[in-house]
């Protein structure tokens, strides 16, 4: 099982990728059989094939920057959640995307399910955020 600290490293990690918009990086850290609901009420992505896609036409496309606002909070049962901010161009606008993510890891240290909580209360122009 993953250790609290693991979990802590990766979706850190994760945020920094975000980040970068380095999705060859994002790919890496999830699970060939893992699942991506973004956000939480949309069809889920199964399988990293579909992952890959989500990321490339979403994140690859929208030149967005990424920022953790809070702690980690990881749980010994290989699960954590980390709320963090998106500043992308919202309808031509600059805003921020207020999310919080939650992820489950397999035995491998691998993203096995990610559920990202954000809908459009949670978008704010970027000098509010």
């Known amino acids: 099982m993953i250790s609290p600290q693991q979990v802590q490293q990766t979706m850190a990690r994760?945020?920094?990728?975000?980040d970068a918009c380095d999705i060859?990086?994002?790919?890496?850290?999830?699970?060939e059989n893992a699942t991506v609901e973004d956000?939480?009420?949309s069809p889920q992505h199964v399988g990293?094939?579909?992952?890959?896609?989500f990321y490339r036409e979403g994140l690859g496309k929208?030149?967005?920057?990424?920022?953790?606002t809070g702690p980690v909070s990881a749980s010994h049962a290989g699960?954590?959640?980390?709320?963090?901010?998106?500043d992308i161009l919202w309808n031509g606008s600059p805003c921020s995307i207020q999310v919080i993510d939650v992820m489950e890891f397999d035995a491998e240290?691998?993203?096995r399910s990610m559920k990202a909580f954000?809908?459009?209360?949670?978008v704010v122009p970027r000098d509010q955020s």
């Open 14 to 18: 994760y945020i920094e990728l975000v």
């Open 24 to 31: 060859d990086g994002i790919r890496a850290l999830y699970a």
């Open 39 to 41: 956000p939480v009420g």
């Open 48 to 53: 990293i094939d579909a992952i890959d896609r």
């Open 62 to 68: 929208a030149n967005a920057r990424a920022r953790q």
């Open 79 to 86: 699960s954590g959640a980390v709320p963090f901010c998106v």
């Open 109 to 111: 240290g691998r993203i």
């Open 118 to 122: 954000w809908g459009e209360a949670n």
